[in-house]
């Protein structure tokens, strides 16, 4: 069974930084996409970045120029680093694994199979 853990969530103000870390065990983890999703009370989950193997980044309009995915293949552990964070960035935030594919760019439509149990993230103006 596939374990991702997030951790480094937090309380910030306004134009403040968090990394945030998705740790990964029993999965081949260098060779799939994964990606960071985000879900404010109600609404919908929205993908916030993903990469691919290839190292390939995405990411959401809302969230270009200030938050950057990465992956350390070496530790099995995604991050996710946010800077000039806004209220609107408040949300739980959700790392994400796939291994139907080796993507060179993970597709809009990916499905991911595999979650974690999320981290809050809490930005206050």
């Known amino acids: 069974q596939v374990q991702l853990v997030e951790s480094g969530g937090g309380s910030v103000q306004s134009g403040g930084s968090l990394r945030l870390s998705c740790a990964a065990s029993r999965y081949s983890y260098n060779r799939y996409c994964m990606g960071w999703f985000r879900q404010a009370p109600g609404e919908e989950r929205e993908r916030v970045a993903v990469i691919s193997s290839y190292g390939i980044t995405r990411y959401a309009d809302s969230v270009k120029g200030r938050f950057t995915i990465s992956r350390d293949n070496a530790k099995n552990t995604l991050y996710l680093a946010m800077n000039s964070l806004k209220p609107e960035d408040t949300a739980m935030y959700y790392c994400?694994?796939?291994?139907?594919?080796?993507?060179?760019?993970?597709?809009?439509?990916?499905?991911?199979?595999?979650w974690g149990q999320g981290t809050q993230v809490t930005v206050s103006s």
């Open positions: 994400a694994a796939d291994d139907s594919n080796s993507y060179y760019s993970c597709p809009d439509r990916l499905v991911f199979p595999y």
